[in-house]
């Protein structure tokens, strides 16, 4: 699998042209799946409305309003409830995931029960655009200060695809977002290379190669990352 890890979505011009070398081929001629089931475990994006903007691509990240040539919806919460061959083949077939942003240890409790996870090592030309969380649950370990759902086995790792962690929104003293110190400071409590990086600003990894795409602002905190 190849991954287009952002903080805001496909934000400008820079990320949207990491985006169509992953794809391998124009956005107009790939199709996708978003997935929004991070957005109901969050209090603050869903469920409700946001979902809705999310899926509809009406809102201010973007993601679902690209113009890819079709675009479906993937809910995983729904997964263990159906059979397999209702769903597994459209995973199989498309191009990109578009995974939105909310409470990311709510999203890799979902993956690990839908059984999305366990099909992630064979979608080896499929692109995983995620989103704040749709980014993070990529990584090791988010560290507490993004922790607020927890699932019942207690567990507070995340999938672990990469060996670094991603501490998004990244702003200016003041603005909304994470400032540089409370970036820093999180980065004390993850045990591995760290990244912080505002809402203009991605990281690919592809076989291995990690590399930050940027028209904003990011820091590497710790290390250098690379995929498992």
């Given amino acids: 699998?190849?991954?287009?890890?952002?903080?805001?979505?496909?934000?400008?011009?820079?990320?949207?042209?990491?985006?169509?070398?992953?794809?391998?081929?124009?956005?107009?001629?790939?199709?996708?799946?978003?997935?929004?089931?991070?957005?109901?475990?969050?209090?603050?994006?869903?469920?409700?409305?946001?979902?809705?903007q999310f899926i509809s691509g009406t809102s201010q990240n973007p993601m679902v309003d690209l113009g890819w040539r079709s675009v479906g919806v993937l809910e995983l919460t729904a997964l263990p409830s159906i059979d397999e061959d209702l769903w597994v083949p459209l995973v199989r077939e498309a191009d990109a995931l578009l995974v939105a942003g909310g409470d990311v240890l709510y999203l890799s409790h979902?993956?690990?029960?839908?059984?999305?996870?366990?099909?992630?090592?064979?979608?080896?030309?499929?692109?995983?655009?995620?989103?704040?969380?749709?980014?993070?649950?990529?990584?090791?370990?988010?560290?507490?200060?993004?922790?607020?759902?927890?699932?019942?086995?207690?567990?507070?790792?995340?999938?672990?695809?990469?060996?670094?962690s991603i501490c998004p929104h990244l702003a200016a003293d003041g603005m909304p977002g994470n400032s540089r110190a409370e970036a820093e400071e999180w980065a004390t409590g993850v045990p591995n290379p760290?990244?912080?990086?505002?809402?203009?600003?991605?990281?690919?990894?592809?076989?291995?190669?990690?590399?930050v795409v940027s028209e904003g602002q990011w820091i590497q905190l710790r290390g250098v990352g690379g995929s498992a």
Avoid at 12 to 32: F, W, Y
Avoid at 194 to 211: H, L, N, P
Wanted: glycine share 12%.
């Fill in 110 to 164: 979902w993956m690990r029960e839908s059984g999305l996870v366990d099909l992630l090592p064979s979608l080896g030309d499929t692109v995983w655009v995620g989103l704040s969380a749709g980014s993070m649950v990529m990584t090791p370990h988010v560290g507490k200060d993004f922790i607020q759902w927890r699932p019942p086995s207690g567990d507070e790792t995340t999938l672990g695809v990469v060996d670094f």
């Fill in 194 to 211: 760290a990244y912080a990086m505002d809402d203009q600003t991605a990281i690919t990894v592809v076989d291995g190669e990690v590399d």
């Fill in 1 to 52: 699998m190849k991954l287009l890890l952002t903080s805001g979505g496909v934000t400008n011009a820079s990320i949207r042209d990491a985006l169509v070398e992953l794809l391998g081929k124009p956005v107009e001629e790939s199709t996708a799946l978003c997935i929004p089931t991070a957005m109901y475990g969050h209090p603050m994006v869903g469920p409700g409305e946001r979902a809705w």
